[in-house]
C-alpha cells in the first residue's frame, strides 16, 4: 500500500508567488519527514526536514509545516523564483531505518 | 569530498544479460540503499543496508542481489536482465539517526 501520498502531481506558479505541496501519512510510527529537490538529470537532495515534536521548521525561502493529528505535512515555497522549477519528493521514515517516497511534485515558476 | 559515487552513468544491457551497478560512499555513513525511479512512481526501494554485512529488502527487490562487505561500497546486481528493469537507479547514503539521504548522479539503464 502507498505509505505517504503526495499532492499535487504537477504545479504551476507565478514568479513571487507561494508554492504549496502537500504529503499525507498514514502510519503514526512515522518519525522523520524530509523533503528532497531533484533537478533534471540529477539526484534528489535534502531540501528540509522536520520531526514530529514540531509544527514548523522554516529555512529561508522554505517551510515545513507538520499536522500529527492529521497526518499531514506541506512544503512552502515563499517568493517562488524560476531557479527552483524541480521536482520535489517528500519522505517518511519508521524508526530512522526506511525512508518511503512521495511520487514527486513537479514545480514549475513562470516569470 | 566525493559523497556518493554511482558507476557507470549510463548502460544499455540485451535481455539475460548479468551486470553490477557500482556505489561508493566516503562520508562512513553507516545506511545505503538503492532505489529506482521511474516516471509518475516516484522513488521505490530496492534493497537497503544498516551496516557492513546487513541487508534487507525494499519493496521491490525481485531482480536483484546487493551485498555489503564494507562500509564504503554497496553494490546492486542484476541477475538477469529484463525490459522492466529499464529504469535510472540511485544509490544513497546516511547517517544513523534522524538524518536526511546524500544521493548519487544516478545510472540510468535500459534493456532491449
Known amino acids: 500500500q502507498q505509505q505517504v501520498k503526495q499532492s499535487p502531481q504537477s504545479l504551476i506558479v507565478q514568479k513571487g508567488g507561494i508554492s504549496i505541496i502537500n504529503c499525507a501519512y498514514e502510519?503514526?510510527?512515522?518519525?522523520?519527514f524530509p523533503w528532497y529537490q531533484q533537478f533534471p538529470g540529477k539526484g534528489p537532495a535534502l531540501l528540509i526536514a522536520?520531526?514530529?515534536?514540531?509544527s514548523e521548521k522554516k529555512e529561508g525561502r522554505f517551510t515545513i509545516s507538520f499536522n500529527k493529528s492529521a497526518k499531514q505535512f506541506s512544503l512552502h515555497i515563499m517568493d517562488s523564483q524560476p531557479g527552483d522549477s524541480a521536482t520535489y519528493f517528500c519522505?517518511?521514515?519508521?524508526?530512522?531505518?526506511?525512508?518511503?517516497f512521495g511520487t514527486g511534485t513537479k514545480l514549475q515558476v513562470i516569470p | 569530498n566525493a559523497g556518493v559515487t554511482q558507476t557507470p552513468k549510463f548502460q544499455v544491457l540485451k535481455t539475460g544479460q548479468s551486470m553490477t551497478l557500482q556505489c561508493a560512499q566516503d562520508?562512513?555513513?553507516?545506511?545505503m540503499s538503492w532505489y529506482r525511479q521511474d516516471p509518475g512512481m516516484g522513488l521505490r526501494l530496492i534493497h537497503y543496508?544498516?551496516?557492513?554485512?546487513?541487508?534487507d529488502q525494499g519493496e521491490v527487490p525481485n531482480g536483484y542481489n546487493v551485498s555489503r562487505s564494507t562500509t564504503e561500497d554497496f553494490p546492486l546486481r542484476l541477475l538477469s536482465a529484463a525490459p522492466s528493469q529499464t529504469s535510472v537507479y540511485f544509490c544513497?547514503?546516511?547517517?544513523?539517526?534522524?538524518?536526511?539521504?546524500?544521493f548519487g548522479s544516478g545510472t540510468r539503464l535500459t534493456v532491449v
Open positions: 544513497a547514503s546516511r547517517r544513523q539517526g534522524p538524518y536526511g539521504y546524500t
Open positions: 502510519n503514526t510510527a512515522f518519525d522523520y
Open positions: 522536520i520531526r514530529p515534536d514540531v
Open positions: 519522505a517518511v521514515t519508521q524508526g530512522y531505518q526506511k525512508v518511503t
Open positions: 562520508m562512513n555513513h553507516e545506511y
Open positions: 543496508s544498516v551496516g557492513a554485512g546487513i541487508t
